[in-house]
């Protein structure tokens, strides 16, 4: 069965929007590393339609970064959005409608991580919905006082801290789960 399994890029004052703004001098071959596992791990990717339009226009142009284009551009791709009609991205497929009965569907046919970041949004729905499996948050020793928060005024969600590293730079590297009581 397969697990959806969230990553984020945040501040400590919980900023997860444009970490292109603030996370790069942080970046070191240990956090390469634990991006790396991450995305090694992955059976599929899950995005909202905004990151699905950024990555799509990015990674099938790009000269950059050959290997994870290859690897992104040929992986199963799927996208929550009721706005996006069709999906023109190489093995990518669209969920709309009765988006939460078509996730625990895909759960069930998946063997492996289903790795979804870039939409706070998105994680709060799962979260709220019993759907997000895992949360790892990459906490960069910086409070960038502006920006969307990964939690804004959402209700409480107890999480488990199952696996915590401190990198040289000071970044944490936290793994929670729903704590179910």
Do not use: C
């Not at 699905?52 to 142009?61: C, I, K, L, Q, V």
């Not at 009765?98 to 709060?124: C, F, N, P, Y």
């Amino acid at each position: 069965m397969g697990r959806i399994v969230s990553n984020f890029f945040i501040s400590l004052d919980g900023v997860v929007e444009s970490p292109d703004q603030w996370h790069f001098p942080y970046f070191n071959d240990e956090m390469g590393a634990a991006v790396e596992g991450g995305v090694q791990n992955a059976a599929a990717f899950l995005m909202g339609r905004k990151l699905y339009e950024e990555w799509s226009a990015y990674w099938t142009t790009t000269d950059a970064d050959q290997d994870f284009a290859g690897f992104i551009n040929n992986a199963a791709k799927y996208v929550v959005s009721n706005t996006l009609e069709k999906a023109d991205w190489n093995n990518t497929t669209v969920i709309s409608g009765d988006v939460e009965a078509e996730l625990r569907e895909l759960k069930k046919r998946i063997d492996g991580d289903i790795q979804m970041s870039g939409s706070a949004k998105t994680v709060r729905w799962l979260l709220a919905n019993g759907l997000l499996d895992e949360l790892n948050l990459l906490v960069h020793p910086i409070a960038v006082g502006h920006g969307e928060r990964l939690f804004e005024d959402t209700p409480t969600h107890p999480l488990k801290l199952v696996k915590s590293e401190t990198f040289q730079t000071g970044v944490l590297n936290l793994t929670y789960v729903p704590d179910a009581g």
